[in-house]
């Protein structure tokens, strides 16, 4: 410990091993020791080293949760030893939990498979809020796709019905005008979006009309039918429909098909990373508060049956293709129903 703090009996019972990582934070000036009010000094280095000392003395799941992610992973190896057969049970099993889970940071594969798991444990709770993932919300992060699945399906009865407000005590008169200005904003950026698929069409046309008629004729003939399933619109297709004065006629089930696949395309874009312009995923994906720990737990147990027998092992490559996550199964049920399936056809055959 630093020689200019005094000695006292739980320091003398310490190892050097823990000694060094404690001194490795106690340097750091990124970690946070305690809770400071306002105006409150910050600790000295031996304020510091008590405080870590105490929370390793009194508990190891505590100093982990506290201390671990600023730790390496040569320093986290020195906590294995909190969870062999010898150590009480109950926390031996914390440790372990708690030490997979720093561990993890230290693996591309693993790193990338926490923040995927921590983004759909909050994606639930965003949905059950039903605030993110509102219709009006998710309409104003992407007006143009809303308008092609579903806006334009609307009545005029069934969008006043959507936009009306819910005059509640937290209502004001400044929200209402600030979800005035929000809505004539992505109306803006709705336009523009179209402008822009509508611009890059005409540049498309006029790229076909330079084109000699025969070699039209042949790239037409050679063209093989459309292999695309619902919800992987091609461009031309989009366009084509964005061109169209009059709005295709669907079915009540379709239209609902239509908004599921909107709804579905904006969790799948939360999840994979897309909506950085509107979320700060700092908040989950450096969050253990969204660590399903039954999964997690689930996992680690796999890992040790696999390493146990070598010969049912599989690749990396083909566990992680075999691994859907439900929002995959969802997409994959969704693209495949019969319905949809149908509505599809009767599109690429109106175009």
């Known amino acids: 410990m630093d ?24 340097a750091n000036s990124e970690v946070a020791f305690k809770s400071q009010q306002r105006g409150e000094s910050e600790p000295n280095d031996c304020e510091k080293t008590d405080i870590a000392l105490g929370v390793f003395n009194r508990n190891k799941t505590s100093f982990l949760l506290k201390f671990g992610k600023y730790l390496n992973a040569r320093q986290l190896q020195y906590f294995d030893q909190f969870t062999e057969s010898h150590a009480e049970p109950a926390d031996c099993e914390e440790i372990r939990l708690v030490l997979d889970n720093l561990k993890i940071n230290f693996t591309t594969k693993g790193r990338n498979l926490q923040i995927k798991n921590r ?6 709770k965003m949905i059950e809020a039903d605030t993110y993932f509102s219709e ?24 006043r019905e959507r ?13 209402i005008l600030m979800e005035g200005i929000e809505r004539e904003n992505a109306e803006k950026c709705r336009t523009l979006e179209q402008q822009k698929e509508e611009s890059q069409m005409e540049e498309s046309d006029s790229s076909d009309e ?13 063209a093989r039918p459309s292999t695309s399933r619902w919800g992987e619109f091609e461009e031309h297709a989009i366009h084509a429909t964005r061109s169209r004065k ?22 799948q874009h939360f999840v994979d990373g897309k909506d950085a312009e509107f979320f700060d995923y700092t908040t989950v994906d450096d969050n ?4 399903n720990i039954k999964e997690m737990d689930h996992d680690a147990q796999d890992k040790y049956f696999d390493s146990e027998d070598p010969e049912d092992e599989i690749s990396a490559e083909e566990r992680c293709q075999s691994s859907e996550d439900e929002l995959d199964i969802y997409m994959n049920a ?10 599809a056809k009767n599109m690429h055959e109106n175009l």
Request: charged fraction near 30%; include cysteine.
């Open 3 to 26: 020689t200019d703090c005094p000695a006292n009996e739980s320091s003398m019972t310490v190892s050097s091993r823990i000694d060094n990582i404690i001194r490795a934070l106690v």
């Open 334 to 343: 969704l693209n495949q129903h019969p319905a949809v399936c149908e509505l």
């Open 136 to 159: 009006i919300e998710m309409m104003k992060r992407h007006p143009l796709l809303y308008e092609q699945l579903v806006g334009q399906y609307l009545t005029e009865e069934e969008k």
């Open 288 to 291: 253990p508060g969204y660590d």
């Open 163 to 175: 936009d009306k407000y819910e005059m509640k005590e937290n209502v004001t008169f400044v929200k």
């Open 119 to 124: 983004r759909y444990e909050a994606l639930q």
């Open 246 to 267: 009059s709005v295709p006629m669907v079915t009540a089930a379709e239209r609902l098909l239509l908004k599921q696949e909107f709804v579905t395309t904006m969790h």
């Open 210 to 222: 330079d084109r000699p008629v025969d070699e039209i004729s042949v790239s037409l003939k050679s």
